[in-house]
Structures are given as C-alpha cells and as structure tokens.
C-alpha cells in the first residue's frame, strides 16, 4: 500500500456484471430467484410497463417457480428522493427478501433504493453523493435484485448507481455503491418491440453518451492512488476494460441507432441497440461519465414546462438520454484535445470519415453527433427544451454541484468552462 495519496493509480479493477441476454430470457427470472433462495420478492415496475406480455411471462415464472410476489407499480419516471421512500417503505412493510425491477431505468434504480433503505434504513441523506448528501458507505450486501431492462438506455442493470431528483436542491443526484449492482441483469430485447420511436431515440442517446463518456473520461492513470482498496471509486475512469465494451457499444449505435428508431418492426436494430446498452452499461459501471451527464442533471432538474412527444407523462420533463445528449456536442469540442485519437475514434465509429486533424477531431465528433441527433428528430439544443441565455447561470450551479461527474473528465471544468458549455449547446442546427 502507498503511504501517501500523491502517487497515481496504477491498479484497475474489472467489474462484470452477471447478465442473460436474448429474447425469451425473461421466462428464467422465476428460476433464478428461486435458485438465489427467494420465497418473496417485491416486483418493481411502473403502470404502462405493467400491463406489458413481457411482465405477465415473468409473473408466470415467478409463480411456476413457487416465487411469491408483491407488486409496487407505482415508480415514477424520473423518480424523486419522495419516491424513492414510498418505494422503501412498501419494500418494508412487504416483508421480502428480494427484488425483481421490470422497466426503464426509473423502476431499476427505484427498486435498487429500495433494497438499500429496507435493508438499511437511514435518514434519506446518509448514502446520498457528497456534497449534497453524506456519501456514507453502505454497510453490507442488499437483498438479491433481478434487474429487467425494458428500455435499451440505461444500462442501471450493470451499475451500482440510481439517480434522482433531490426535490430539496432541485437538482438530479445519486448514491453510488458496488452493493447497488443487481445481483443479474436479465435483457429480454423482445420488450422494446412496443416502445414509441422517441423512447427509443432518447434512451438510445442515453447509451451513446454512456458509451463516450466512459472512453473519454480520465484515464484512470491519472487518478491518485487511494489510500485503502476500499476506497477505490466506482467511477475509476477510463481504463482498457471499458474501452472494449464502450467501442463495440459506439460501433453498434453508428450502425443502428437510426433504424431501431425508424422502425419499430425492425427486430435486428432494436435488439442490437439493447446489447449496445448492456455493453454501454459494463463500459460505464467501470469507468464512469463525466461533463454530459454532470450538465444533463441540471438541464432535466430546472424544467420549466417541456412535455416530450410519445412519453406517458403528467408533469413536464427532459427525458434522461434528451437531457444528456443536447450537451455531449458541445463537450466533444471541448474534450477532444485531451484524447485526440479516442475522439477522432468515435466519430469514425458514428460515421465521419476520420480524417479529421487533431484540432478539428472535437469539431467532427460533435458533427457526428448532431447529424444522428438529426436524423431521430433530438432537440436541436438546450434552446429547444425551452432554456434561454438568462437560465445558465442556473445551469452552471446545478452541473457545478455534480463535482463526482466532474471529476471524471479529462479536462478540468470549472464553472467559467461550464458557462461557455452551456451556451455553445443553445443550437446546433
Ligand atoms: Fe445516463
């Protein structure tokens, strides 16, 4: 061991998430959790998920399998720190001793909130990303969780992470922790069959970004070492791990992002651009996002009255991979001289030609990424979720406060770099 934290990293660690993966895998969620030791569990999914086929299969083999089932369809999307404590609570008073999530990333990282607060209950801010929260360990193993995407974008089945709203300080944030990471992820790809073209447009970016912040971010050599094993992060940075996984996810996406949005009957393109997202979510379990996502939190959390088109929502809201994607333009351009060759590699792997030279790598990759951005009709920028120039300082304090996500990037930002961010997102077309 070090006995100084000024020496830099030099040890990565490989996080492999266990995943099934394929149509019909779902019909296995009632084996696998009677062969984890499970009699009751608590099954997370949100209304429209749950009258979906692909939870009635999955209800069929819990019960095939002598699983019993308390179900909670009550998450929302985009959930809340509110949210997150009825989720606990109904866990609790359920008396189960696992979880199954069915749905978006809203319903994984609800039900992953769940299992922390049943398991260790805690005042709300005691697990919470610092500064906002205590950033407190979590004590032990949760309960086993099944995470069953519906939707290709996250990845949360791979993560140790779960984002929300902390309505307090109006802004997104987080809890982080190896113990989060379900137990098995199962990716059922038959599920994105029925979803609207913008849901696969939004959480498709979502991927992507998963996918280019991970290969972008710090090199994790360039971390300090920390001073216990323990206190390695999560979000280690770049490493050689996620850069096989975020190359192949980035390489599926160039190829079929555009058709699985175009067509909802193309099963190729939809099933692919799920495996783009559990690869995506290796990639950034491992390695973490950065300045996209950090800005993404507060873009979503300062909201005025954008309703997205095709989503079954009351309340106004910047859908997740929307909100991420409108700024990763703008932060290729400015990320790109630290790792010119891994962003000239990314725009190639989106399409450009790859002949750009170092200083126009930034330029061809934001250019790859709006021309895709195009194509699925994305917002052409923060102007078209209804910000204006008045609304960035705003901005800025929201990102600023994401000092974790910041912290992963291979520039230092600041909020003078998030201000020039912030505009330079406002169009791109
Ligand atoms: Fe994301």
Redesign the pocket.
Known sequence: MPDAPHEHETVLEVEAPRVKFGRGAIAEVGPEAAGLGLRRVALFTDRHVGRLPLVERARASLRAAGVDVAEFDAVRIEPTDTSFREAAAFALDARVDGYVSIGGGSVIDTAKAANLYATYPAPFERYVNAPLGDGAPVPGPLAPHIACPTTSG?GSECTGITIFDFEAHDVKTGIASRRLRPTLGIVDPDATRTLPATVVASSGF?VL??ALESFTAKPYTQRLRPLTPQARPLSQGANPYSDLACVEALRVLGEHLVRAVDDASDDEAREAVMWAATLAGIGFGNAG?HVP?GMAYAVAGLVRDFVPREYDVDHAMVP??MS?IVSAPAVAKFTASAAPEKHRRAATLLGADGSAHDDEVGDALAAALARLMRATAMPSGLRALGYADADVPALVEGAFAQQRLLGNAPRAVGREELTALFRSAAAYW
């Open positions: 996250t979502d970004a998963h996002v996502h997740h991979g991420v």
